[in-house]
């Protein structure tokens, strides 16, 4: 397998972790001082002097998925079932380091809660991947949505 | 022609419960929009939004699209965003800056306090006696603008009374927050989040003030040692707990205040002040300005939150303001606004940043919750066969002072009582 058929599974495999609810094995494709990070505004700059609608650190991630498998979380009862295309794949090296590539996509993914409106994200997703302990990790995903400064209703599943 | 008469009305609030048409009737919803929304004191935006003039921003006071805008004498103006002419919508950008307003469709031009400074073909018209004076020919202004600490609120209805009557006693809540920035002044700053629901705007009007809903709807935040996820920093007084070590939840402890026209506050579950990190550098800029035992005082955030009846909400906690703006009988927008505390260290505002994206966020913690049961709410009122929702708890043990100010505790539905008693009292008015 090629290297960027490696780098692009890893992106792929992140998908498919989410859409089967596997969240535990999703928060292991994150190095420790991981950041996941989806802008509340469009081309945002920083997630430090402005609102996100994610800006996860590890362990923030870790309480997400804590909740997510709480029996009264209420806002997923019942669960969300998410389906995503995950296309437009490019490999960039990142600035800086051999061991750390940028990998850029397109998704789409649709989300049905039962009893809810159907609903669809979409946008351009960057991955900051790093080789570490032998593996390719993600050290840093940031998604942004072309609705990024909608109203949105509750976002309770990681995208 | 309305479909309720003051007597029909009455009939939909009691002392200690409300009737399900009052959330689910579309009648309801117009009314209140005429006389509610279109005859009180309604949150606009913040002048720190419009620093320079010129400088807009485009918003809507119940369903009527409005802007806020600085005019070249460095007032702030609200302007119904609505052409003279044949009705468009001439701003379209929700912010920016501008030296004239030009509508898109036969290009009408106003200048920043509404009044019309040119059209095309002036030349022909003129001819023909066209007055520029004619306020029918300008973007009207809304009746009453007014602001307290930079919170621009507008009343499209003159008359009654002034803003700050309206707010009464509850603007020490206010006072105190923006007392806490060094500099006594704070900023909308940070962008904003919006989340939407289906369900009516009460229902997250009322659940400000409800302090009962906290141990079940967020039940998922909760670690088994009863203390929510870490949501401030610091090393001490960062931490949120719902149940004490005795295993009692900590809310019966937290008091709920209302005051006249619907107002309300709730205490804070942070009863310490937060010292270590940052906070100790914040702490020592603001004792060099207000002595060190004020500073010890404001920055122990007593009040949770604060809500001026309709739409407007200081969390005071968050450091940041909800608003509540009504789309439909059933559904309604939310946006929150972090705020910034002029003169305290900028790290202090990117943690603000930071806990209001965990704690407000459509994807927060506690947030997605309390959507739940807003959607719910409007699906369970559905129920003809159960006309009321019940505000009961609480209401033998609440107290009011002399200055009209109720007071409860023990997770008391007060707030909603007397929020429902402002809305009757609106809705009446002929």
């Known amino acids: ?159 | 022609m309305n479909a309720y008469s003051p007597t029909d009305l009455k009939a939909l609030v009691e002392e200690e419960r409300i009737h399900r048409k009052a959330f689910v009737d579309p009648d309801i919803f117009r009314m209140e929009m005429e006389r509610i929304f279109h005859r009180t004191w309604v949150y606009v935006g913040h002048a720190s939004q419009v620093p320079q003039p010129g400088d807009f921003f485009c918003t809507r006071i119940g369903l009527q699209p409005v802007l806020m805008v600085r005019h070249t004498d460095n007032t702030v103006r609200v302007l119904y965003n609505r052409c003279a002419h044949r009705g468009a919508r001439v701003v379209n950008e929700e912010c920016g800056n501008a030296k004239r307003f030009q509508c898109m469709y036969h290009g009408w031009i106003y200048r920043t306090d509404g009044t019309l400074a040119g059209l095309p073909m002036q030349a022909d018209e003129s001819a023909d006696g066209f007055d520029f004076s004619d306020p029918d020919l300008s973007m009207r202004p809304v009746a009453q603008v007014d602001q307290i600490h930079g919170f621009v609120f507008a009343n499209m209805s003159p008359g009654g009374a002034g803003l700050l009557d309206y707010i009464g006693e509850a603007r020490h809540a206010i006072d105190e927050f923006v007392d806490a920035a060094p500099d006594g002044e704070v900023e909308i700053a940070g962008g904003c989040h919006r989340y939407e629901y289906k369900g009516n705007w009460k229902h997250q009007l009322e659940n400000l003030t409800d302090t009962y809903h906290v141990i079940a709807t967020h039940a998922s935040t909760v670690d088994p040692d009863g203390k929510q996820f870490k949501r401030r920093s610091g090393t001490d007084g960062a931490e949120a707990r719902f149940y004490d070590d005795k295993k009692r939840p900590v809310i019966l402890d937290i008091g709920v205040s209302v005051y006249p026209h619907g107002h309300s506050s709730t205490e804070s579950m942070f009863p310490e002040a937060q010292t270590g990190g940052i906070w100790e550098e914040y702490r020592r800029i603001l004792a060099a300005k207000r002595g060190p035992e004020r500073a010890d005082e404001l920055l122990k955030q007593k009040i949770h939150n604060l809500t001026i009846f309709p739409t407007f909400d200081l969390l005071v906690v968050q450091n940041a303001i909800r608003v509540i703006y009504p789309i439909a009988v059933d559904r309604t927008e939310v946006r929150i606004y972090p705020l910034r505390m002029k003169g305290a260290p900028e790290a202090i505002f990117r943690e603000q940043v930071q806990y209001v994206n965990l704690t407000h966020s459509a994807s927060s913690f506690v947030q997605t919750d309390d959507l739940e049961a807003f959607d719910r709410i409007q699906v369970g009122l559905a129920t003809e066969a159960q006309d009321w929702v019940l505000a009961t708890r609480g209401k033998k043990r609440e107290r009011f002072d002399n200055r009209g100010i109720g007071h409860g505790n023990k997770t008391t539905e007060i707030g909603l009582r007397y929020l429902h008693q402002a809305w009757l009292e609106l809705m009446c008015a002929e």
């Open chain 1, 1 to 159: 397998m090629s290297d960027r058929e490696t780098l692009e599974r890893i992106v792929f495999l992140e998908g498919e972790l989410l859409d089967e609810k596997r969240f535990e094995e999703w928060l292991d494709l994150y190095t420790e001082d991981a950041i996941y990070w989806v802008p509340a505004t469009p081309g945002q700059k920083s997630p430090e002097n402005h609102v996100s609608l994610f800006y996860d650190d590890k362990q923030t991630m870790l309480a997400r998925v804590t909740r997510l498998r709480h029996p009264e979380i209420h806002a997923q009862l019942p669960a969300s079932r998410t389906c995503r295309i995950i296309t437009n794949v490019a490999v960039e090296a990142a600035a800086g380091s051999a061991a750390s590539l940028d990998v850029t996509s397109s998704h789409m993914i649709v989300e049905y809660r039962p009893g809810w409106e159907q609903r669809i994200f979409a946008g351009r997703c960057r991955h900051t991947l790093r080789h570490e302990g032998g593996r390719w990790r993600i050290a840093r995903k940031r998604f942004d949505l072309i609705n990024c400064d909608a109203a949105f209703a509750a976002l309770t599943v990681p995208l």
